[in-house]
């Protein structure tokens, strides 16, 4: 199993950036695909970005392609997400979230493991 720590959440406006990081606990990190997903207030959970285990492929949302760079540090046993340009849409709980395969999916379903979440909030 996999345990997931989100952070670098925060206020920021319209046009600013932010970098979340999610720490994983555990040995086997690298053997996993990691995604972020996003939760506005009384939206369902969406998928905003996805990697496989080594980095090599990277998914995202068309809502946030050009703005948003998902990477990984297996030494570390971190994902990142680096957002720019950042507009209010973008606002809600970002999720971090693990499944057990080297591929990943923008399937919220297909990933059993999941942070607590941390709030982004941009202001127009």
């Known amino acids: 199993q996999v345990q997931l720590v989100e952070s670098g959440g925060g206020l920021v406006q319209a046009g600013g950036s932010l970098r979340l990081s999610c720490a994983a606990s555990?040995?086997?990190?690298?053997?996993?695909?990691m995604g972020w997903f996003r939760q506005a207030p009384e939206k369902e959970r969406e998928f905003v970005a996805a990697i496989s285990w080594n980095g090599g492929s990277t998914s995202y949302a068309d809502s946030v392609k050009g703005r948003f760079t998902i990477s990984r540090d297996n030494a570390k046993n971190t994902v990142y997400l680096q957002m720019n340009s950042l507009k209010p849409e973008d606002t809600g709980v970002y999720y971090c979230?693990?499944?057990?395969?080297?591929?990943?999916?923008?399937?919220?379903?297909?990933?059993?493991?999941w942070g607590q979440g941390t709030q982004v909030t941009v202001s127009s």
């Open positions: 555990g040995r086997t990190f690298s053997s996993y695909a």
């Open positions: 979230a693990a499944r057990a395969s080297p591929y990943f999916s923008g399937s919220k379903n297909l990933y059993p493991y």
